[in-house]
Every structure is written in structure tokens, then in C-alpha cells.
């Protein structure tokens, strides 16, 4: 027995080794005597200006109420995070807190062990009313992560351009297309800018457009796909979004928009902290309706506590005062442009009557939800990739849609069958 | 070299004649004064550290191939499911064009490293201040980190980017170098070669000034001009060069990821999924760590299958 738990250490140990993860960065409580100051190690993996001075300034306020608490802060790459956080069930020592990226990775986090179960502390949150069930993420009814904020796409567009065409800004789909259209056949401007990447980033910006018809990965089925993958297949075709963007990220995506070449771009909330140093003036609203309304994915980062904190409790008193808290909230969104969860923090004036950020707080009240299942990566990867494999013209509509329902049914299938 | 093989030899029981010549630069008798036993303990710690941080990982990594493995059964007892991964991967619509694109792209670095490598290799091969320049710009390329290098290019290669924008100069059409499906492959490739070819050039150029030049005189001697001397003379002497170079840089494209990572991800579509890319994807993107596992040790048996045939290459060279 011993032998086989040395044998899993090794390998796990060695899938950590495999994306380079380093094997510092973990709690040291060893290091520390009893009376000594406390440290908090935080692993998250922000590389937004906004996002970093937020937790900066949010682990300030927790430091001055709580002056013998120091901070270990722990930037991991995005794609390493995930797999660092599973590795620590293996040396049994891993961080306080963690921000995951909890709409791809919950599922696997939570199943493997490497969070605290936050359900007592939730249960005794004196203001957990205050925020939506939706950001309060539970396997086999227990709580591992939790949302202070949440990320939205929205539909933003060059209000200079706009004027100039004599455009006004879409509601529906419908007149999105048109607009684009219009923009199109002027030829001075690319039309709309966004992320078309065979990866979750890829499917997160186009799968809005089923949901507008009322399907999600759950009920996906092969004709609504199709539709919306034409549609995308044509904006490619009749010049309308770049061929390029079956290759760019959110940052690509959002890049090119802010260049002020394009009149409109899908993207998210988080790009609001560099708003006011665009050179047009910058409108925004929520994506394109279809007959079932606009409805996107609610995004953004997860709360958690790592399985091998040193003091749980002080990890969770950290989260209710750094992040939950409204003075936090706010602090987050001044500086990042997140949404903020919790309800009366997002009817705060400096929130609401921002009529940038309005859309967004608007889409938050009406959000889709994700596959909650083991294989979610995989259903939104395979997503991805018929995305991007139309807009490059390497697929047609049709044939990718069927190998995308195909791939998102036999994920679900492997990951349980579970999905709502 | 001499010293390396005699204490080799010495350790693993090479006969008495080469493990008692002394070493240059030094006495000799404390080789000879050593018991054997002694010596194999110097060789501990490396054979320790190798079989802990190479070894013991591939031994887990061909279980892990062989058991049901997801983010929930990590840290679990592993089932076994025998061949089904295997199974799995060689029946996925993802995994042929994923072994074409490995093959165009070790095809690609091949010719480029091979032909490309060995004429710039003759043309520094003569000494000036402009081969040491070149030389110089070639060592900071190939110490560049793909990562760092592949972002350079994917801007180079973007819609908007220089090369394009050079093109447009000259009143030709832009060019999807990253996004044509029909294209990206080829030009990530092409990127992986240009980062390569140094090494290859480095190899190349030392193998050719290694040719005695007595025997190209003799050649010239005999009337023979650049051509045939390349062909007859060069090539020759340089193809143990050559073969073990080969070897190296099909095991540089079969482990090569990082290019991939950085300019498309895989895509557009998954045209760009190399068999790494793939198993990166499937282990750490999509947590099918089995699957992942599968593939890597698919990938592990072609590499194993040329380190062979290379060290017994590299054996050959030291012997001659």
C-alpha cells in the first residue's frame, strides 16, 4: 500500500513537472512560529493591470484590520494553475486561497479534493443573501468556490464610427447583422473584432448566439448550431470579421478593437478599467438578442480555499473582508471593472448610473448556465474549435456543427452524463 | 574524449588495457590506484537523479496510460483499462491528423535544417569578420526562448504585421499566414525551422571544418570543383554528421509544443494539433489524463526508436 502511494506521489509529481510548475509558492506555516505574523499565500492568475492592482489594494484592506497577516501573492499562467492546484494533493501543500478559473475548471477541482468544502462558512455568512445562487458554486450540494464579481461579454462599439455611418447601436441579432452589413459595404472599417480561438476563450464569445435561441450545452443540438456557425462562417466570408480572429485570444480580440479600426467588438467587462484611454469614445450594450432574448455566460474567477491551508478560517475571514464586503466590491470594480456580485454593491451609483458598465450589470441579472460536468472543458473545447475551424474556412457550417454536437454529447457522456 | 572513455570504460568493466591509460594532463595513478568499486559510487548520485526525474516519471506516466485517470481519480486508486486509451486515441477523429501534422511538420524542419543548414554551413565555413558576426546573431537566435521567439513571429505574421505590411509595399495581397488553414501548418513549421537551424548550421560547420584540408586540396588536385567536391568529398565525410543530426531534429519536432502554443493553439480548427500539442491539450486543458498519457507514450516509442539508432551514431563518431 505504501508502495502504491509512493508510486501516485511520483506521478503526480511528475504531471506537475510536465507544464513546468515550479514547487515553491506553497503554505509555510513550518517556517513560522505560533506568535510570529501569519501568511496568507494566494495563487491566482491575473495579468491585467486592473486585476492586480485590485487584489493589491483588496489585500490592503484586509492588512489594516489585520496587521500581523502578511501576503504570499503567487502569479501563476493561466493554463498551469489548474494543474499546480490538483498537484497539491499530492505534497500536501498548496495555497490559502486560490482564484480559479471556476466555469472551465470547477467540475475537476471540486471532484478531486484540492478545495475546502466552504459550506459551513457559507451557511454562517451573515450577508450570503446579498449575493446570487449563481455565483455560488456547489458540487453534491456543498460550496468549494465562490464569485465577489463576475465577467460578462457585451457588445462594445465605436461611437465615432457609429455617428459616422449613422449606425445605431443593435439589440437584437437581427440588427447586429445589419449594422455589420452596413459597415461592411462602406469599406473604411473592420466590421466587428473578437476572439475566435479553438479553445474555451473561442466558444465563450459565440455561444451567446444559441442562447439567444434558448440552447446551451445542455439541450445542444445540431440545427442551432449550424445556424449560428453560419453565420459566423459568413461574417468570415463576406469580410465582416477578420479570417485572423479563427487564431486570437480575448487580449487579440480586444487589441485590434481598441486600435479604433473597428466598429464594433465582442469582449468582456474587464477591459472597462482601460476605457478611458482609448482614442474614440467608446459605447457598449449587451450582446445581440435573439428570439430568446440576450443571455450570456457569467465568467470570472472563483473564491476558494485549498485543501492544505494552514488556517481555513482565517482564509474564509479574508475572502467575507477582502472580497465580499461591499467597500471590496467596490475597490474591485473601481479599479478592474468587474461586476460585482452581490446585489447592493452593483445598485451603488458608481456602478449603476456608469452607463458603460449598465449592460453588463443588466446582463448579470439574466445569465446562462454552464455544464456542470466533469468533461466541461472538453464540451466547450470542442466548441471552440468548430468555431474557429469555420471562421478559417476550414469547415463548412454544416460539417462542423455535426462534429461539434458529436463532440459536446460524447464529453457529457464520459464526464457522467451529468449537465444542468 | 579519452579521459571520459577511460573512466567509462574503467567503471563498467572495459578491459584492464584502456582502463589503465592515464589521463592526459594528469598522472594517472589515481585511476589506477582506485578499486572499481570506488568509481561506481562517483556514478550514484547521476544514476539516482536520473531514475527519479526521468525514469521513474515515464514508468508512471505508461501507467497512467493504462488506467482511467481524470482529475476526480488522481489522487484515487487508478482502475486499469489495459489498451482502451490506446484504443481511444488511435480511433479519435483527433489523432491522424494530428500524427499528418507532426509528420509535415518534422518533414518542413528536415529540409530546411538539412539543405538550408548545410549551405550556410559551406559559406561560414571560411573564416572572416562577417562569419564570427553571423555565428554570433545565429547562437542569440537559438538561445532565444520559443516561447519569446514564437510571439515575435506570431506579430511578424499577424494580419497587420511587418510581413505583410511588406508585402502591401510591394503591391502584393496580404497573406493568412496564421489562419489559412492551408497555410498555418506550414508556417509555424517554417518558424520552428528558422529557430533550429542555427543548431543545425553550428553541427554542420563543425563537421566541415573537421574535414582535413589536405583532402579537399586533393580534390581540387584532381579537377574537382565546388560541386563535386560537395558531392563527393563533403558529403561523404560529413553523413555520420549528418545522420545523428537527422535523428536530433526528428526528436526536436516530435517533442516540439511550444511553437504551436504560442502562434495558434492548434488552430484554426485543430490543423495546427501536433502530436505534443495534442497531449498537452488532452492532459491539461481537458484534464483526460489518460488519454494524454496514451498519447505521450505513443510519442515516447518513436523518440525511443530514434535514440537508438543516434546513440549508437554518437558511439560510432567517438570511436572513429
Not at chain 1, 491585467?48 to 504570499?72: C, K, T
Not at chain 2, 506516466?61 to 488522481?74: C, E, F, I, K, Q
Not at chain 2, 526528436?251 to 502530436?275: N, Q
Request: net charge negative.
Amino acid at each position: 500500500m505504501r508502495v502504491r502511494r509512493l508510486s501516485k506521489t511520483g506521478a503526480l509529481a511528475a504531471t506537475a513537472c510536465l507544464v513546468l510548475a515550479s514547487c515553491g509558492g506553497g503554505s509555510d506555516s513550518d517556517e513560522e512560529s505560533s506568535s510570529g505574523p501569519q501568511t496568507l499565500t494566494i495563487w491566482h492568475y491575473y495579468t491585467a493591470d486592473g486585476q492586480i492592482a485590485a487584489l493589491e489594494r483588496q489585500n490592503q484592506l484586509f492588512a489594516e484590520s489585520n496587521p500581523d497577516v502578511e501576503f504570499e501573492v503567487v502569479q501563476i499562467p493561466f493554463e498551469q494553475l489548474p494543474t499546480r492546484l490538483l498537484s497539491t494533493a499530492t505534497t500536501q501543500d498548496g495555497p490559502d486561497i486560490v482564484l480559479d478559473n471556476v466555469v472551465v475548471d470547477f467540475p475537476a477541482l471540486a471532484g478531486s479534493g484540492v478545495l475546502t468544502d466552504l459550506t459551513p462558512y457559507w451557511e454562517e455568512y451573515a450577508d450570503a443573501d446579498q449575493v446570487s445562487d449563481s455565483s455560488v458554486w456547489r458540487l453534491d450540494d456543498e460550496v468549494y468556490n465562490v464569485m465577489s464579481y463576475t465577467n460578462l461579454l457585451g457588445l462594445y462599439y465605436n461611437a465615432d464610427i457609429l455617428d459616422e455611418l449613422g449606425i445605431e447601436p443593435p439589440e437584437t441579432v437581427d440588427e447586429f447583422q445589419a449594422a455589420l452589413e452596413q459597415v461592411a459595404d462602406d469599406g473604411q472599417y473592420t466590421p466587428l473584432t473578437m476572439s475566435g480561438a479553438p479553445t474555451v476563450e473561442g466558444a465563450w464569445m459565440y455561444f451567446p448566439l444559441l442562447l439567444g435561441e434558448g440552447v446551451d450545452y445542455c439541450n445542444l443540438d445540431d440545427a442551432t448550431l449550424e445556424d449560428a456557425l453560419s453565420r459566423l462562417q459568413s461574417w468570415s466570408e463576406d469580410g465582416i470579421l477578420p479570417r485572423e480572429a479563427a487564431n486570437w485570444d480575448q487580449t487579440d480580440a480586444w487589441t485590434q478593437f481598441a486600435s479604433g479600426d473597428a466598429a464594433f467588438g465582442i469582449n468582456g467587462n474587464w477591459n472597462l478599467g482601460a476605457a478611458a484611454d482609448l482614442p474614440f469614445e467608446l459605447g457598449s450594450t449587451q450582446y445581440p438578442a435573439g428570439s430568446d432574448g440576450s443571455r450570456v455566460f457569467p465568467g470570472g474567477e472563483g473564491l476558494g480555499i485549498g485543501a492544505f491551508a494552514d488556517d481555513p478560517d482565517l482564509a474564509w475571514q479574508y475572502i467575507e473582508d477582502a472580497w465580499l464586503s461591499p467597500e471590496a466590491g467596490l475597490i474591485n470594480f473601481e479599479d478592474s471593472g468587474q461586476i460585482p456580485t452581490r446585489a447592493d454593491v452593483a445598485s451603488q451609483p458608481e456602478v449603476a448610473d456608469d452607463e458603460l458598465v449598465a449592460p453588463f450589470v443588466e446582463a448579470a441579472s439574466n445569465t446562462a448556465s454552464w455544464p456542470l460536468n466533469e468533461e466541461t472543458a472538453q464540451m466547450q473545447t470542442v466548441i471552440g474549435q468548430v468555431g474557429s475551424s469555420v471562421i478559417s474556412g476550414e469547415s463548412d457550417a454544416a460539417e462542423a456543427a455535426e462534429r461539434g454536437v458529436t463532440g459536446v454529447e460524447d464529453a457529457k457522456e464520459e464526464g457522467g452524463g451529468g449537465c444542468a | 574524449m579519452t579521459s571520459t572513455a577511460g573512466v567509462t570504460d574503467s567503471a563498467g568493466g572495459a578491459p584492464p588495457a584502456v582502463a589503465e591509460e592515464p589521463a592526459p594532463g594528469g598522472p594517472g595513478e589515481t585511476r589506477r590506484g582506485l578499486p572499481r568499486p570506488h568509481l561506481a559510487a562517483y556514478l550514484v548520485p547521476a544514476v539516482v537523479v536520473c531514475a527519479a526525474l526521468g525514469v521513474y516519471p515515464i514508468v508512471q506516466m505508461v501507467r497512467m496510460s493504462v488506467s482511467d485517470v481524470g482529475p476526480a481519480t488522481l489522487i484515487a486508486d487508478w482502475e486499469f483499462l489495459g489498451a482502451e486509451n490506446y484504443r481511444e486515441v488511435l480511433d479519435s477523429d483527433t489523432f491522424w491528423p494530428a500524427v499528418r501534422a507532426t509528420l509535415v511538420f518534422t518533414g518542413v524542419l528536415l529540409v530546411v535544417d538539412l539543405v538550408i543548414g548545410y549551405v550556410a554551413a559551406a559559406v561560414l565555413a571560411r573564416p572572416s569578420r562577417l562569419t564570427s558576426a553571423v555565428l554570433s546573431l545565429m547562437v542569440f537566435v537559438w538561445a532565444l526562448p520559443p516561447l519569446v521567439s514564437g510571439s515575435v513571429w506570431k506579430f511578424l505574421l499577424a494580419g497587420d504585421g511587418l510581413v505583410n505590411s511588406t508585402l502591401e509595399l510591394v503591391g502584393l495581397p496580404a497573406v493568412d499566414w496564421l489562419s489559412d488553414p492551408d497555410l498555418a501548418l506550414w508556417s509555424v513549421s517554417l518558424v520552428a525551422a528558422w529557430a533550429s537551424l542555427p543548431f543545425a548550421i553550428l553541427i554542420i560547420r563543425g563537421g566541415m571544418l573537421a574535414i582535413p584540408t589536405e583532402v579537399l586540396e586533393a580534390a581540387s588536385l584532381d579537377g574537382a570543383g565546388p560541386v563535386r567536391q560537395a558531392v563527393s568529398v563533403v558529403i561523404p565525410l560529413l553523413r555520420p554528421t549528418l545522420a545523428v543530426l537527422t535523428i536530433l531534429v526528428v526528436l526536436y519536432a516530435f517533442r516540439s509544443f511550444d511553437f504551436v502554443y504560442v502562434m495558434t493553439s492548434g488552430g484554426p480548427g485543430t490543423v495546427t494539433t501536433t502530436l505534443p500539442f495534442l497531449a498537452y491539450q488532452e492532459a491539461f486543458r481537458t484534464y483526460s489524463f489518460g488519454i494524454g498519457a496514451a498519447i505521450a507514450s505513443v510519442l515516447m516509442v518513436v523518440i525511443a526508436l530514434l535514440a537508438v539508432p543516434y546513440a549508437w551514431g554518437v558511439r560510432k563518431e567517438e570511436s572513429a
